[in-house]
């Protein structure tokens, strides 16, 4: 079993990750429209984080791809992210 965040509970992702990575795709001119999606993915994977307790040291690809998959089993999932 992979290792949780074992000292207290986990933060989910830092807000200065968040706005350096949206702050990028502004620099390459993604509408504010696309910004505001990335925003609420993010912000939902964040929360995500917490409620499994991933701390951000202990996040891989086998995390991204378990939240992605709760993705697409949501109601409305058809839409892209």
Known sequence: MKARNSVGVSDGLPARHV????DRLRAA???EVTLGK???V???????MKSQ???LAHLDE???ALFMKRLSNAPGSS???
């Open 19 to 22: 706005d350096a990575f949206l």
């Open 29 to 31: 001119r993604y509408s």
């Open 38 to 40: 990335k925003r609420r």
């Open 42 to 48: 993010l912000a939902a994977f964040s929360r995500w």
């Open 53 to 55: 307790n991933i701390n």
């Open 62 to 64: 086998s995390d991204a």
């Open 79 to 81: 839409r892209s992210v």
